[in-house]
């Protein structure tokens, strides 16, 4: 199955920081099965399987559940590469985030920043794809409590202030003790919530960052410009499609209006430029649900009732009819084959 993708330079921050809370590099890159020299091609992209594996092994190594929020004390934007750049170099905190979230896909589309300012709240909200989350939540979650943590930091180094959040919500619950997410998220967290989100002061949205600087603002936003229009040139219309159905999976996918409205296209259009890359619309939506409904009944052996609902299907035996029109097997031996 297609599975949305990550940059390279992410997963080499997760080993390099990593090494320094009890992980050996040289052996948690023959875990991960990437050489130092794989971790050096940053502008790689790597897919979901393998994006998490660094975590797992990661974790596995250390023995430390928390490792994510012991990562994330570290202030370093680089890891999204320009766009990192792109945000040190900004006028103003406000803008920074803004450009975090709108240049989210230059280095990653299983991972979304979104922001919100509401009243007197500054909201940011951490959303790994839900086919990361579906598939390994406990890595999902790695990544949900590094970018939170190195959140704070960077907030702290880019504007020099002592600056912290108001709360923190999760949507999971507490792994371990409480004290441990409050000693590195500086705040109260609140679990089993409807967001992964951290809450400042909206005052903050406008300090400036200390390290602003116009020409190389300038220089690195046009970089970011560059890339984004060259992802979008070089992806087929298949594949972002694809690549959008996957990142937002919500008990059902979104519509073909919902589609073509986040690509910038009216529907006809869409799907004339589809049928010219020999696909249509309803073909991709029934291959994706193929493809989750199998890796959900072989990797979370959840039950039918439960993936036919998370695929969107009204009663289970429409779903029992479509997955035996897929594989020729209804989902129950399915089951029974993958045990």
């Known amino acids: 199955m297609e599975t949305v993708k990550v940059r390279m330079s992410i997963l080499k921050d997760i080993a390099y920081e990593a090494s320094h809370y009890g ?11 990437f050489s130092v020299e794989d971790l050096e091609d940053v502008d790689r992209w790597v897919n979901l399987e393998s994006a998490s594996n660094v975590w797992e092994q990661a974790v596995r190594i250390s023995g430390n559940q928390h490792l ?11 890891v999204v590469g320009v766009v990192g750049y792109l945000m040190e170099s900004s006028p103003d905190l406000g803008t920074a985030i803004q450009h975090l979230t709108g240049f989210n ?6 991972f979304k920043y979104k922001y919100e300012l509401k009243e007197d709240r500054f909201i940011m909200y951490y959303e790994p794809s839900d086919i990361w989350w579906l598939n390994y939540p406990h890595t999902a979650r790695q990544a ?14 880019f504007t020099g202030k002592q600056i912290l959040p108001l709360k923190a919500t999760m949507r999971y619950e507490c792994v371990g003790a409480e004290s441990t997410y409050e000693k590195y998220l500086k705040t109260k967290v609140r679990f089993n919530e409807s967001d992964n989100a951290l809450y400042f002061d909206k005052a903050i949205w406008n300090l400036p960052v200390k390290s602003f600087n116009k020409t190389l603002h300038q220089y690195f936003k046009r970089l970011a410009e560059e890339q984004l229009l060259y992802l979008k040139k070089e992806k087929s219309l298949n594949y972002q499609v694809k690549c959008y159905l996957l990142s937002n999976v919500n008990q059902q ?3 073909i209006e919902q589609t073509a409205e986040h690509l910038e296209l009216n ?4 799907q004339r430029r589809l049928k010219q890359e020999g696909l249509t619309f309803q073909q991709l939506t029934d291959t994706i649900r193929k493809d989750l409904a199998i890796d959900v009944l072989r990797k979370q052996k959840g039950k039918i009732e439960e993936v036919a609902h998370f695929l969107g299907y009204s009663e289970a035996s429409v779903f029992r009819r479509a997955f035996k029109r897929w594989t ?12």
């Open 23 to 33: 992980v050996k590099l040289d052996e948690l890159c023959t875990a991960i099965g």
């Open 68 to 78: 994510g929020l012991q990562i994330g004390q570290s202030s370093n934007p680089y």
């Open 105 to 110: 896909a230059v280095f990653a589309d299983m």
């Open 144 to 157: 949900i409590e590094t970018s939170m943590a190195r959140t704070i930091a960077i907030v702290q180094d």
């Open 253 to 255: 996918l979104p519509s």
């Open 267 to 270: 529907v006809r259009t869409m």
């Open 328 to 339: 020729g097997l209804t989902p129950s031996v399915f089951l029974q084959q993958n045990h």
